[in-house]
């Protein structure tokens, strides 16, 4: 088991904001193909406010620690990370149509 104590005012609220931006990105894309991707966008604009207000809950939160089990825990890290570059990769061939 692996513990780690995390300050939420510090790192999470960052993590928040940078994803709104990258949403608000998405978002754009999405809608510069004229409306076919209309609802994408949509979808991407509710997840940026949602992750706002997540950044101010974050920024006024307390320190916790959260403890895990770090080998049940790897697979998991490759699998979110496939998952990303899945998402990039249907991200970039909409903006191409």
Do not use: S
Request: aromatic residues 8%; glycine residues 4%.
């Amino acid at each position: 088991m692996a513990t780690i104590t995390i300050d939420p005012t510090e790192t999470l609220p960052n993590i928040c904001i940078a994803a709104a931006e990258r949403f608000v990105e998405h978002a754009a894309t999405m809608r510069a193909t004229g409306g076919k991707y209309a609802r994408i966008a949509e979808q991407f604009e509710r997840q940026a406010a949602e992750a706002r207000r997540m950044a101010e809950v974050f920024a006024a939160g307390d320190p916790f620690a959260l403890t895990y089990d770090a080998e049940e825990a790897a697979p998991m890290w490759d699998d979110v990370t496939t998952m990303a570059d899945h998402r990039h990769q249907a991200l970039r061939c909409a903006a191409a149509r």
